[in-house]
């Protein structure tokens, strides 16, 4: 169902101001890191003594209780994250962060994922993409491979990012930075070489709900963006190719399976296409910590449905894996009110069925479903 309102009432309303800002930063990514890196030279003396220290990166695929984790994570009185007010002004958090540090956060509403998230403009925000698409220019091609490994390597962004850490952290007066960012999951080797200690989130979901979860989200999105085409502009300019008109999946190294999801995207099998995206996300991810143990040791994947089912326990793992202390406060803060969503109920045929069950069983199996 389409969005009923365009105007200030849509959940896809993007002021002028934000549009024309945000469309500045996209179209000059050199003048922000020029600025970024003046910022860090002025900043310098109070930066001196901040380390970034056991990093926590929430990612995996879209709709399957990233957000979730990522409030909670961030809840944690030393835990520093972009936020939703940050949005388009990434590259300098220091001084934006005191250009705002008088303004009340805005009147709690529904995000525009209609998923009863409550969000103000101090909520937790995924925008720390914009950072690696400054420096990473075909990060979001499908036609090529995606994957950062440990072998890659881009001094200049190494820096930037720690610095940009490191002002975020001073800026928020806390001792660890938290990050959800759902391209993540094609760098973790990258992100582990940068940064030894880091600490890694990665949400699953059972492929039936996800791939429903998934699908109303892709028709909902592309609707408000053909009603409102500053939200579509919004979402790339901020890293976000989930779903809506520019969808892109990311291509994991398997130039083959990237072909059939675009050409069951294009065909309208939205269901197949979902099917295979899904296989290949998780697949890809299971081989890979299979195979490094390293990153098997900082990755902790979590099920949405033990999420669900058993919240306090599944949190308390969840912060006890990323190393943060005094959880206890923090479990019983959020786990009551955690519980399987009901407003997601899939109305797939029987042969919409057939073809998740055919395209993910062996990949599920390795995860318990």
Known sequence: MAPAKTGKDSPFYVSGWAHVLGGLVHRHPAFWLWLSSLETSLVSTELEPVTV????????????????????????????????KDYPMVFTPFWWRRATAGV?????????????????????????????????????????NNVLSANDSNPKFETFYRNHIRKLLLAEHANRYAAKNNYDVARLGFLLRIFPDARFIVPIRAPAGHITSLARQHQWFSDGHRQNRKALNAMQWSGHFEFGLDRRPINFGDAEKV???????????????????WDMVYDYLHRLIQADAAIRDAT????????CQSPAETLRRVLNHCRLPEVESIVAQFAPSIRMPAYYKSEFS????????????????????
Request: glycine fraction near 4%; hydrophobic fraction near 40%.
């Open 104 to 144: 009340q956060p805005s009147a709690p509403r529904e995000r525009a994922h209609r998923d009863k998230m409550m969000i103000t403009t101090e909520s937790p925000d995924a925008v720390e993409e914009m950072v690696w698409m400054a420096h990473f220019r075909r990060c979001h091609d499908p036609s090529v």
């Open 300 to 307: 902790l994947v979590v099920r949405f449905e033990d999420t």
């Open 259 to 277: 072909r059939r999801i675009q050409e069951a995207w294009k065909a309208g099998e939205e269901v197949r296409g979902l099917a295979i995206y």
């Open 350 to 369: 029987t042969a919409e069925q057939d073809i998740i069950a055919r395209e993910t069983a062996e990949t599920a199996r390795l995860w318990g479903y």
């Open 53 to 84: 220290r056991s990093p926590i990166f929430i990612t995996g695929l879209a709709r399957s209780g990233s957000t979730l984790m990522h409030e909670i994570v961030c809840s944690h009185p030393g835990v520093a994250t972009h936020r939703l």
